[in-house]
């Protein structure tokens, strides 16, 4: 058993809220994967929390890099909520 990192977007326009987004991405994940507990989607995940945007991609590794298997986080920007962490697979 391993992981794999994903990162989800979602858009603002839709969602009001992050907690929001991320409920419908696992949904989604559900639907199109089942309910395995290895599926490598954000439906393996527990959202955590909220963290900093990163500046740059050396910034995004180390973040990821931070999180726990079957822990996944989010940021924002101006026009989406961005969900990263580490899937089970």
Known sequence: MGA???????????????????????????YEHGHNPYSGTIAT???????????????????????HKRDCWYYEDDEHYHFIGWAAC
């Open 4 to 30: 794999i990192s994903i990162h989800e977007v979602a858009s603002k326009k839709v969602y009001s809220n992050a907690v929001d987004a991320y409920n419908d991405l696992v949904d989604q994940a559900l």
């Open 45 to 67: 995940c527990e959202l955590q929390g909220k963290i900093n945007k990163p500046k740059d991609d050396e910034a995004f590794d180390a973040q990821l890099d931070a999180i």
